[in-house]
């Protein structure tokens, strides 16, 4: 056993709760793993997991070499990748966690012009509107929507989006168009799910915000199909700017009580903090903020 393999394999099962887990992300079968984590140990002469059925623990000796040992790990691919890159440019892989609607529109394409600029990377885009735990499945980089929770994550703010109003033509010539918040009681409303709340809207006319109750036939957990519904005269929906921008300026759509906003919603970049960020992440983030900064709000 090479001594990098069982550091990594060791890391993995700690930072995943298992083997299984472990081999999973190192890329070799459970039993492997388990046989080189047995190895690590008889090599530093000590017990570092406790194993049960259910699973693994931290020894003393286990939580020494814990907090070291994700540091020492990127240290060598940091500076095995600053090797190569120097030669070739940045190569590898970057593991990437997005929201579905946000992914699909705006940050795949974004990540095609990274990657044309760097041929030898590998983008792994994994789209999911639940945010997901990024040291269990080895994320590098998320980029979130809205208010951040507390957690040890680090963040970079890249960015806001603005929330509007909007229905077809069709919808508003036979249902007529609300003069004020209130009377969006009186319409179908397409309630997108992925927005926290209690049933309804924050909007705000500049005087201060008020949350509107609404209801309609429809519940969706996808901003695009929310726009989708809307554009098939079903109802007026409150969607993220960008999802119904070339709606608005064909006039396929249009804005309802346009000096109505929704919530503005902070985009950031997140990232473990434990973990030395690698070369090819960090000129990402970097690209990603400057391509967001230059698209504005």
């Known amino acids: 056993m090479d001594l990098v393999d ?13 083997f299984a887990g472990a081999a999973a992300r190192v890329g070799i079968s459970a039993k492997l793993a388990s046989k080189y984590m047995a190895e690590l140990e008889a090599r530093m002469g000590t017990q570092l997991l406790y194993r049960t059925t259910r699973r693994l623990g931290l ?3 286990g939580q020494r070499l814990m907090a070291r040992a994700p540091d020492w790990l990127d ?37 095609r012009r990274f ?14 509107d639940p945010f997901v735990d990024l040291v269990a ?20 703010r890249l960015g806001g989006i603005s929330v509007v109003l909007i229905a077809s ?15 969006l009681a009186d319409h179908a409303c397409i309630r997108d799910t992925n927005m926290r709340g ?15 109750a609404v209801q309609g036939p429809f519940l969706v957990n996808s901003a695009r199909t929310a726009r989708d519904l809307a554009l098939a005269d079903e109802g007026v929906a409150l969607c ?24 503005y919603l902070d985009i950031h970049a997140v990232y473990p903090p434990q973990r030395r960020m690698t070369r090819r992440t960090r000129a990402l983030l970097e690209f990603l903020v400057d391509a967001f900064d230059g698209a504005g709000p």
């Open 169 to 183: 033509p069709g919808y508003l010539a036979r249902h007529g168009h609300p003069a004020a918040p209130e009377d």
């Open 59 to 61: 020894t003393a000796a």
């Open 240 to 263: 993220p700017d960008y999802v119904v921008r070339d709606d608005l300026a064909q006039g396929r759509l249009l804005r309802v009580l346009p000096e109505v906003q929704g919530p």
């Open 137 to 156: 499945q080895g994320i590098d980089l998320a980029v979130r929507i809205g208010r951040l929770e507390d957690s040890t994550l680090m963040a970079r």
């Open 75 to 111: 240290q060598l691919d940091e500076m095995a990748s600053d090797l190569r890159e120097s030669q070739r440019g940045l190569s590898g892989t970057i593991r990437v966690s997005a929201a579905v609607t946000h992914g699909e529109l705006l940050l795949a394409p974004l990540l």
């Open 115 to 128: 990657r044309a600029a760097h041929p030898g990377l590998t983008i792994d885009l994994r789209l999911a």
């Open 198 to 212: 209690d049933g309804t809207w924050p909007l705000s006319d500049g005087q201060g915000e008020r949350r509107i």
């Open 6 to 18: 069982g550091m990594r394999v060791f890391v993995a099962a700690v930072e995943t709760g298992s």
